[in-house]
Structure formats: C-alpha cells, structure tokens
C-alpha cells in the first residue's frame, strides 16, 4: 500500500524450495521464481526474486513456453490495492478503507497457452478441499493439484511437514504424508518425472 505496508500471508516457500531441490536431485534443470523469503537458495537451481504478483507473473510467462513442467506451489496474492502510495502515509491522515483489485491469475493465464507442458497447481484451502483442488484442477487446465487443509498441526504453512492430497486431471487420486515437507517434495518429483515418461 506504501513502502513499509503491503497485503501479504503466512506463506514461507518451504514447499517450493523443498520441490526446486529435489527436482535438481533428480537431475532436472530447474528455474525458481520466489518471492521474498528467509531461505537458502538451493544449489543448482537459478533463481529469480519477485516481489508482487505482477512481477511473478511476469517472469513465470518469459519462461513458460520453454519449460517441461511448471509446478505453482506459490501463495501468490489475489488482490492488491487499486492506489499504492510513493511515501509512508501518516495514521492520523491516511483513510480506514482500501479499495482492492484483483491479481492476473498465472496459472490460468499461462495455461491458456499450453501445449506440451506438464503444470502442477498447489491449493491451500481451510474447508472442502478436495471439492475446491477438483475445481481448480479443471478451471485452470491443470494436469495435476496438490491440495492440503490450512490450520492443521504439523501441516500448511511454515511447517516442516506436511499432509496432501494429489489429485490428477485423469480422474487420479493419492494422500501423500503426513511427512516432512522435503520427503514430500521427493516423492511428487519421482511421480512427475514417471507421468513424463509416459507421455513421451
């Protein structure tokens, strides 16, 4: 909203780097758009820091026409304020309402364009998840959804582990964990690079 306030969420990129380090294990080539986060850079992986939506879909677009597989783990914001303000506005001055606007929806943008790309989606949700990750799977053109139920111990954001769902858009359906967020990364990694051969 200024430079020292902004909408953001729980989110940590665990998940995402735990995934970009595996994929590197196995030998994958791996481009990591992340935004602002307390973490090591995993080695072999290319990063590209973001900040907003806007810059994150941005740079997830220059690199999706080359990619084989896009996996979206990121939290990205949905809304954003309509006015943001080039200086710290004052509390006794500054209004009680902000007017929001929606984010570009990546996935769905880039999706539009996919040929033989294989895109994997991540959906957090707090009720219904497997109803809400089977309604994204589809609206999004997803070939896979990772879903998990926020406010759980041990599971969702900033936790080490982890417990999903992985629901494919074949009609597939597997639980994964409850595990640490890493073992969970290995094994949708291994998954992937099998659903890849296949389609080769």
């Not at 729980?10 to 780097?17: A, C, V, Y």
């Not at 969970?184 to 389609?199: F, M, S, T, V």
Request: glycine letters at 8%; one cysteine or more.
């Amino acid at each position: 909203m200024d430079p020292v306030r902004f909408i953001s969420n729980p989110s940590t990129g665990k998940m995402g780097f735990a995934l970009a380090e595996a994929a590197v294990d196995a030998g994958w080539t791996v481009d990591l758009v992340a935004g602002p986060v307390a973490l090591q850079e995993p080695d072999g992986a290319i990063l590209y820091p973001v900040v907003t939506a806007e810059e994150m879909y941005h740079q997830v677009d220059a690199l999706f026409d080359a990619c084989d597989v896009l996996i979206m783990t990121a939290a990205v914001s949905d809304f954003r304020p309509v006015q943001k303000f080039d200086r710290k506005q004052k509390k006794e001055e500054a209004g009680l309402t902000v007017e929001l606007e929606r984010t570009i929806d990546i996935l769905k943008t880039v999706t539009e364009r996919k040929v033989q790309q294989t895109v994997v989606g991540f959906a957090a949700e707090t009720n219904d998840v497997e109803a809400y990750a089977r309604k994204k799977l589809e609206s999004k053109r997803l070939d896979w959804i990772v879903a998990n139920q926020i406010g759980q111990p041990g599971a969702g954001f900033a936790a080490d582990t982890n417990e999903v769902l992985l629901l494919g858009a074949d009609g597939s359906f597997k639980k994964i964990g409850p595990a640490s967020k890493s073992a969970i990364a290995i094994e949708l990694i291994d998954l992937l690079a099998g659903y890849r051969a296949k389609q080769s």
